[in-house]
């Protein structure tokens, strides 16, 4: 009887865990992906992927829209941005994601940029 009572315990303690944390919380793992949810970081990222876009096989668009921005946390963070583009007077749009990495502080202090366009694909 008291095995019971102490298994009924733990997994109530156990539920209670689990209610408390919020999804991002309890989906994180070290090396995975979560969502950014800070919206100056997105909009930075959007403009400097906006800027970057003239020098990738995209240069005559420009970002329309951030769609969504997952993070990475490594030695730095890679940050994916799926975005809408549109190419300039047309109508014509695509999505694409581009991989942009921020390096540690220090090494901006230490003349890094403080984000580097790793790859951009097309979406389908």
Do not use: C, W
């Amino acid at each position: 009887m008291k095995k019971i009572i102490l298994v009924a315990l733990f997994l109530i303690v156990g539920l209670l865990f689990l209610a408390n944390q919020s999804p991002s919380e309890a989906s994180v793992v070290p090396g995975g992906k979560s969502l950014e949810r800070n919206k100056q970081t997105i909009k930075a990222l959007g403009e400097f992927l906006n800027s970057k876009l003239s020098t990738t096989d995209y240069a005559s668009y420009s970002v329309e829209k951030v769609i969504a921005v997952e993070r990475q946390v490594v030695a730095g963070v890679n940050y994916f941005v799926r975005a809408k583009i549109q190419a300039h007077g047309s109508q014509h749009a695509k999505i694409i994601e581009a991989k942009i990495f921020e390096p540690l502080p220090y090494m901006i202090k230490q003349g890094a940029e403080p984000y580097k366009l790793v790859s951009v694909s097309e979406r389908r």
